[in-house]
C-alpha cells in the first residue's frame, strides 16, 4: 500500500545483558497523501521512534527500534513480530531479531578463578532407530558444574520442530549436576535422519554458549 519499507526483518545483531541497541529500518511515502507510520505490538524490551511522524508524498522516514536487552528474560536467540501500520490500520507485520549474550565484561581475573565451568557429559545425544508412528520418545544428557561458583542456566532451547527441551535446575552448585530432558515428537520430523540442536546457554564465562546435538534414524 503506501509504505514501503527497505527490510521486512530488523536484525537486531549481538548485544550484551544489560546494553541498549539501536538500528534503523527505512521507509517511504509512496502514496499522494500525508501519512503518520508507527509501529504497534511491540514487546516490552523493544520501543520504536519515527522521523519524521508526518511525512510527505514521496518522502522518506526513519523507524529508530531500540532493544533494551535488560528487559529482556531471554538469553540466545531472540525473536519477536511487532506490526508497522498507518492510523487508516494499512500495514504488515515486522520480524524483529537479536542475539542475547552474558555480559562478562567486568569479571576480574579473581572472578574467572572462581567461575562455573559448565560439562556436558556429551555433546551428542543418539536414540537410534526411531518410529514415526511409535509416540513420544525422550532421552537424557547431563550438565555438571566443575567450577567453584554457582552454574547458573540461563536457558535451554532449539529452533527445531517436533523436539522440546527442559532442565530440571535453574541453578548448579559446585560437583552438581542437572538433568537435561529432549523429548521428541517423531510424527512432527522429515527426512530419513533425526539431527536436531540444542543451545545450552549458562554464565560459564569460559564457554556460555554450548550446542548439545541430537541424532537418530527415523523409520517409516
Same mark, same amino acid.
Given at each position: 500500500?503506501?509504505?514501503?519499507?527497505?527490510? %521486512?526483518?530488523?536484525?537486531?545483531?549481538?548485544?550484551?545483558k544489560?546494553?541498549?541497541?539501536? @538500528?534503523?529500518?527505512?521507509?517511504?511515502?509512496?502514496?499522494t497523501?500525508?501519512?503518520?507510520?508507527?509501529?504497534?505490538s !511491540? #514487546? %516490552?524490551?523493544?520501543?520504536?521512534?519515527?522521523?519524521? $511522524?508526518?511525512?510527505?508524498?514521496?518522502e522518506?522516514? +526513519?523507524?529508530?527500534y531500540?532493544?533494551?536487552?535488560?528487559?529482556? $528474560?531471554?538469553?540466545? !536467540?531472540?525473536?519477536?513480530?511487532? *506490526?508497522?501500520?498507518?492510523? +487508516?490500520?494499512? /500495514?504488515?507485520?515486522?520480524?524483529?531479531?537479536?542475539?542475547? *549474550?552474558?555480559?562478562?565484561?567486568?569479571?576480574? &581475573?579473581? %572472578?574467572?578463578?572462581k567461575?562455573?565451568?559448565?560439562?556436558l557429559?556429551?555433546?551428542? !545425544? %543418539?536414540?537410534?532407530?526411531?518410529?514415526?508412528? /511409535?509416540?513420544?520418545? +525422550?532421552? &537424557?544428557?547431563?550438565?555438571?558444574?566443575?567450577?567453584?561458583?554457582?552454574?547458573?542456566?540461563r536457558?535451554?532451547?532449539?529452533? &527445531?520442530?517436533?523436539?522440546? @527441551?527442559?532442565?530440571?535446575?535453574?541453578?548448579?552448585?559446585?560437583?552438581?549436576?542437572?538433568?537435561?530432558?529432549?523429548?521428541? &515428537?517423531?510424527?512432527?520430523l522429515?527426512?530419513?535422519? !533425526?539431527?536436531?540442536?540444542?543451545?545450552?546457554?549458562t554464565?560459564?564465562? +569460559?564457554?556460555? @554458549?554450548?550446542?548439545?546435538?541430537?541424532? /537418530?534414524?527415523?523409520? #517409516?
Open positions: 500500500g503506501s509504505l514501503r519499507l527497505s527490510k %521486512d526483518v530488523v536484525m537486531m545483531g549481538e548485544i550484551k544489560g546494553q541498549l541497541k539501536t @538500528v534503523f529500518q527505512e521507509g517511504y511515502n509512496h502514496s497523501d500525508t501519512i503518520y507510520p508507527r509501529v504497534n !511491540l #514487546p %516490552d524490551y523493544v520501543s520504536v521512534s519515527v522521523s519524521p $511522524e508526518k511525512v510527505a508524498p514521496g522518506q522516514f +526513519s523507524f529508530i531500540y532493544f533494551n536487552s535488560a528487559r529482556c $528474560e531471554l538469553y540466545g !536467540l531472540v525473536s519477536d513480530t511487532a *506490526k508497522v501500520e498507518l492510523p +487508516s490500520g494499512e /500495514g504488515c507485520p515486522i520480524s524483529i531479531i537479536a542475539l542475547v *549474550k552474558e555480559n562478562f565484561d567486568k569479571l576480574s &581475573d579473581k %572472578d574467572f578463578a567461575a562455573p565451568i559448565a560439562r557429559e556429551t555433546l551428542s !545425544l %543418539d536414540l537410534g532407530r526411531v518410529s514415526r508412528s /511409535g509416540g513420544m520418545i +525422550s532421552g &537424557d544428557c547431563l550438565l555438571k558444574n566443575e567450577g567453584k561458583n554457582p552454574l547458573k542456566i536457558r535451554v532451547y532449539t529452533g &527445531d520442530s517436533g523436539i522440546s @527441551v527442559t532442565a530440571d535446575k535453574k541453578e548448579i552448585k559446585s560437583g552438581k549436576t542437572a538433568v537435561i530432558r529432549v523429548e521428541i &515428537d517423531p510424527s512432527m522429515r527426512g530419513a535422519l !533425526l539431527n536436531g540442536r540444542i543451545s545450552v546457554i554464565n560459564d564465562p +569460559s564457554s556460555p @554458549v554450548q550446542t548439545l546435538r541430537v541424532v /537418530g534414524e527415523l523409520e #517409516p
